[in-house]
């Protein structure tokens, strides 16, 4: 035994696995250590994954040698070679243009078999941590990839098979997962399919996105009223006003026929989010700029309030519905209801309320009403929506 294995091995029974890596590269650049690979490569590969793998943030001519090294010394059944896959993957995922083909390429050296679908379950700050299973992440990753190819056949086939075989799903993995698959039903025109998956998925999730999408098959199906009020249900939602920016530019491409101004507006938003955020302005935006006559330019497109778009957006959406009257009836933590003289009590949410002092026991409101599902009844109902008060006195 060699003085480099022995101090080797004695940092690695103490798990300073650095100093350890350290000395095992050293014996296996000997070139008079010819037993070394069948004697230290499993231990070499653990030191291996603390001093390289672990901590990788991206793949360079240093680190390509270890990935090869792990690669082929290990079977795709073993662990390190797992995880580097992954490792590998999650870095081919945040580069700025990933290579999906790549990335697609690496996730095909594991097999499903192989694969664990236990979750990681544990408590952090007070809160529940889920991690994804191997199985559900291996499932994830690759229908990502194909749906980001455009492979929208081969992101439906893998989604499927997921949503056939993973026990448990955690991050809403099963709500994207089923995304995919109405994103072949979409492309292949096949709307009504697609929207029994969106109407399946916003039982669970009816989040901006999700209205976005049902809107936009509503358009292709020519049902342009609903539509366009999923779309402004959309840009009404909670949701990060950046990441709307697709959506602004569906606002300003089919709101022109109800309200010109509006849509014009929605385009400036659209601008002013990339200017913003210094993301680049193509030809193709140029374009529509100089067709609306539009200055890019931070100075003026700064001067347009989103808040009062929103409102107007609100307003718009609800310009034609039936307004119900009622009276604020029970209050909870985050809701209340509102009955009416009839005896209909709705749901409502305690921030759709027109006033930041929070609902009142008896005060009088008008409201619409929305179309929502209950999970706790398992059935579909109304909840109320877009409030006012009867009186201008309620609001003070």
Known sequence: MTENIEIALKAYEEKDFKEAFKYFKLEKNNEKSHDFDKKYSFKFIKT??????????????????????????????????????????EILFKKQN?????????LEKLEVEFLSDEQQKYESN?????????????????????????????AKEISMEALENLKEFSNDSDIWLKRRVAEYDVDNKNYDKALSIYKDIQK???????????????????????????????????????????LFLDLYTHLKDYDEKLAIISLK?????????????????????ELENIELSKEELIKISIKRFLENCKELRWK??????????????????????????YYCKTKEYPSKKGPVIGTPLKFNLIETFDNKKNKYG???INLKFESSEEAL
């Open 48 to 89: 291996i994954y603390d001093s390289i793998i672990k901590e990788m943030k991206e793949i360079n001519n240093e680190n390509k040698e270890y990935i090869i090294y792990i690669m082929t010394h290990l079977k795709n059944s073993d662990v390190f070679y797992k995880i580097t896959v992954f490792k590998v993957v």
């Open 98 to 106: 990933p290579e999906y083909d790549k990335i697609i390429k690496w």
């Open 126 to 154: 007070g809160k529940n941590i889920v991690k994804s299973s191997e199985k559900e992440k291996y499932y994830m990753q690759l229908s990502k990839a194909y749906e980001k190819l455009k492979n929208y056949e081969k």
């Open 204 to 246: 669970k999730k009816n989040d901006w996105f999700i209205l976005r999408e049902i809107g936009i098959i509503y358009l292709k199906k020519c049902e342009f009223t609903k539509g366009k009020n999923y779309l402004l249900d959309a840009a009404c939602a909670y949701g990060e006003v950046n990441k709307k920016l697709n």
């Open 269 to 289: 938003i659209y601008f002013k989010i990339r200017l913003e955020e210094n993301w680049k302005i193509t030809s193709k935006d140029k374009e529509m700029a």
């Open 320 to 345: 034609d519905e039936v307004f119900y009257k009622g009276k604020v009836d029970s209050i909870k933590d985050k809701f209340f209801f509102i009955k009416r003289e009839s005896g209909e009590r």
């Open 382 to 384: 109304f909840s109320a």
